[in-house]
């Protein structure tokens, strides 16, 4: 039995203040002007295309590659909106180069989450211009970076912690994402497996709130309807749901074939002797070439998502969008342009998905379409959960819940077996920056002070010679001191001690700069110590804060790390299958 037997009544399953209802209030204005940006983008973006492609004015979302262009026009059109972008980078701020995501996921990690608000203005304008002119993008990345900094902004106008700076710039990109797609739980999800790098309450609960309001903003500015609604149909069945593995298998290596390619053309590019701020119009080249060979892989392509994933798209659509698309897209955005990854990586997928449904047993129009579309996205944003709710949300198609699981999963396990980083996290890596996306249990947690601690330590009177305690102060470091009345005083040292030998104890001591309770957890008392920067505390006891417990130091802590170490690599046979010999005899007097 436990030699403090008492029940930790402090703790919970969370560790949550009042303080996140005040959060979740803030967040509730930074999802709706993440709407709004939203709302901006996509029609700066449709006005663009119009424009440059149609030379009209209108801002409904169009293909650069629906109708026929002149071939000077497809092929200079990218490298004019490339040069504007390395203009817009050298001159005003290069974070608005790459997709978006890493950049927030930078200011996230080792900048405070703060945003310049520059970025606010450029992101979006600069995405609009690569998107408008052709690029092959999405707006997903630039709208996270750009709610993301409208989260940030209002957070730095107030009186605020880094954490809840934090949770306000995830609550305006998960806002923004929100809005795009109409994906209100895909974007939670988004940014609890990407974002938050943390599952609690205090950072949720705005998320949850600001994408909330962003959805239902999006309602009265883009309307309700799923972006790829499909027909309703049966649910495919246990052959398919299993068969579903070969998008997820083909997925994942596709995921990885299109990373490394991005991280091939960026070190391509880094070989230039040139400077960065031409590399866009490089890859700008590349786009219209890609153009000039497949113009559908131009631009957004939600209309070309659209016939993938409903079946109607040719041969030679989904051969071209399988290769033109996958190669523009990777060697342009290693180039430095600015542009989001999820609807090329939607496109991809669903063509990939289309091209093995030829081979595979039909079940309904675009199902494979969908399956692929769920596994490149699992595999390239390493966002399992993220890509099956993406994919239900997009296309309504719940009866795929089951393939959709298989694919997403298998493209995601293959992915994180043979990649160390994602598309998203190696440019993070790049900048000599590391980050885990492994959320599990912290050992800490699982252990009290009393299971740890010293119990019976040596413990000094205030007003006793220091000569008379030095044969009892050999073998610790930390000592407590009490009065007449064995109330905690303050602590002291052994070398302490020794530079005011002739004096009392209490000339020695100093307060104590981090005490505890035995039923703290060791988590709470290694915070304690990094507070008080000092490598051990006092225990004390919880009702008479005064009355020493015991001692404890970090090198106590690492218990907890030893037995977590030893239960994650120890092997053992726990039961073990016993054989029961059968002799003639036995045999024979069974039969009988």
């Keep these: 039995m436990s030699a403090y037997p008492h029940r930790a009544t402090h703790l919970g399953d969370f560790h949550v203040r009042p303080r996140m209802l005040v959060i979740a209030l803030l967040a509730v204005p930074v999802g709706a002007a993440s709407a709004l940006a939203a709302f901006a983008l996509l029609k700066l973006i449709g006005l663009i295309t119009n424009l440059v492609f149609y030379q009209r004015f209108d801002t409904a979302l169009v293909a650069p590659g629906g109708g026929t262009h002149p071939w000077w026009l497809v092929l200079t059109a990218p490298v004019a909106g490339a040069l504007v972008i390395g203009v817009l980078a050298r001159f005003g701020s290069e974070k608005i180069r790459g997709h978006g995501m890493p950049e927030a996921i930078e200011a996230i990690l080792i900048g405070e989450s703060k945003v310049a608000p520059r970025v606010a203005v450029l992101k979006p304008v600069s995405a609009a211009v690569s998107i408008g002119t052709g690029g092959p993008f999405g707006a997903e990345g630039p709208i996270i970076m750009t709610g993301g900094a409208v989260g940030s902004i209002l957070a730095q106008l107030l009186h605020l912690s880094a954490d809840e700076r934090k949770t306000l710039l995830v609550a305006g990109a998960a806002g923004g994402m929100a809005a795009t797609f109409n994906a209100p739980l895909a974007s939670i999800l988004l940014a609890v497996e990407l974002l938050l790098f943390e599952w609690r309450p205090r950072s949720f609960v705005p998320v949850a709130a600001a994408v909330l309001t962003s959805t239902l903003c999006r309602g009265f500015l883009l309307g309700t309807d799923p972006v790829f609604g499909l027909p309703a149909a049966p649910a495919p069945g246990p052959a398919a749901d299993v068969l579903a593995l070969v998008p997820g298998v083909t997925g994942g290596l596709l995921a990885i074939a299109a990373t490394a390619l991005v991280y091939l053309a960026e070190d391509g590019f880094s070989r230039l002797p040139i400077h960065w701020m031409w590399w866009p119009a490089i890859g700008g080249l590349v786009i219209g070439a890609g153009g000039l060979v497949e113009p559908r892989a131009l631009g957004v392509g939600y209309d070309v998502i659209d016939q993938l994933l409903t079946g109607r798209a040719t041969t030679s659509l989904i051969i071209g969008i399988l290769v033109v698309k996958t190669l523009i897209w990777a060697l342009s955005l290693g180039s430095g342009t600015s542009g989001g990854v999820l ?127 030095l044969p009892r102060t ?98 053992e046979r726990v039961l073990a299958v016993t054989r029961v010999a059968v002799t003639p005899s036995s045999a024979a007097s069974s039969r009988g």
Aim: charged share 20%.
């Design 343 to 469: 609807a090329p990586v939607f496109m991809i997928g669903a063509a990939l998905g289309a091209a093995e449904g030829g081979l595979l047993p039909h079940v309904t129009a675009g199902f494979w379409a969908v399956c692929g579309l769920a596994a490149v996205v699992g595999g390239v944003m390493r966002s399992p959960l993220t890509g099956i709710v993406f994919t239900l949300e997009l296309t309504h198609a719940w009866n795929d819940l089951l393939a959709l699981v298989v694919a997403s999963v298998s493209a995601y396990a293959v992915s994180v077996l043979l990649l160390k980083r994602s598309v998203l996290t190696e440019k993070i890596a790049r900048r000599r920056l590391h980050l885990t996306r492994e959320y599990t249990t912290d050992p800490l947690e699982t252990f009290f002070a009393h299971e740890v601690m010293t119990a019976d330590p040596v413990v000094l009177r205030h007003d006793e010679p220091v000569a008379g305690t």
């Design 474 to 571: 050999r073998h610790a470091t930390l000592y407590p001191v009490v009065d007449g009345e064995e109330r905690l005083t303050g602590v002291t040292t052994r070398q302490a001690l020794l530079t005011t030998e002739g004096r009392i104890v209490a000339d020695a001591t100093n307060p104590a700069l981090a005490t505890c309770h035995p039923d703290d957890t060791l988590r709470e008392i290694a915070n304690k110590l990094a507070a008080g920067h000092v490598t051990q505390a006092v225990v004390v006891d919880r009702a008479g804060p005064h009355r020493v417990r015991g001692v404890i130091s970090v090198a106590q802590l690492l218990h907890a790390r030893r037995r977590d170490l030893h239960e994650e690599h120890h092997r």
